[in-house]
Structure formats: structure tokens, C-alpha cells
């Protein structure tokens, strides 16, 4: 898995890792919002919460 190959994201925790399975179902306060990649939710669903990575995660391996 890459960042460059997710959606409007330039980092994840699985950089490098080889990805055998695809998530088919997203819930959202107990219901299903997302199936088999059809969207079923309707807008204002939903709320953006800003993140920062902290900097010991881009700094490199922990260990």
C-alpha cells in the first residue's frame, strides 16, 4: 500500500506493506454508510476532523 494510491491523503501507517483485503463496509454511529462501494449515506452525515500526525510517527521506525 502507498499514500499515493488513497484519496486525498498524503501518509498511512501501512506504507510498504502488501494488502491482501479491501474494507466492504463502513458504519457511521451504528449505521452502514458505505457498501460494496456504493456511498449510502447523505450529506452532512458526516464531520471533517482536522489531524496532525505527530511528529514521532514521521520522524521514522519506532523501533
Known amino acids: 500500500m502507498r499514500a499515493a494510491e488513497l484519496h486525498q491523503t498524503d501518509y498511512t ?3 510498504g ?3 491482501n483485503a479491501w474494507p ?3 458504519m457511521l454511529r ?3 454508510k458505505v457498501e460494496d462501494g456504493r456511498y449510502l449515506g447523505k ?3 458526516g464531520e471533517y476532523l ?3 500526525i ?3 510517527i514521521t520522524a ?3 523501533l
Open 50 to 52: 482536522k489531524r496532525k
Open 17 to 19: 506493506h502488501e494488502i
Open 54 to 56: 505527530p511528529s514521532e
Open 24 to 26: 466492504v463496509l463502513t
Open 60 to 62: 521514522g521506525p519506532l
Open 30 to 32: 451504528g449505521t452502514v
Open 43 to 45: 450529506p452532512g452525515d
Open 13 to 15: 501507517p501501512w506504507e
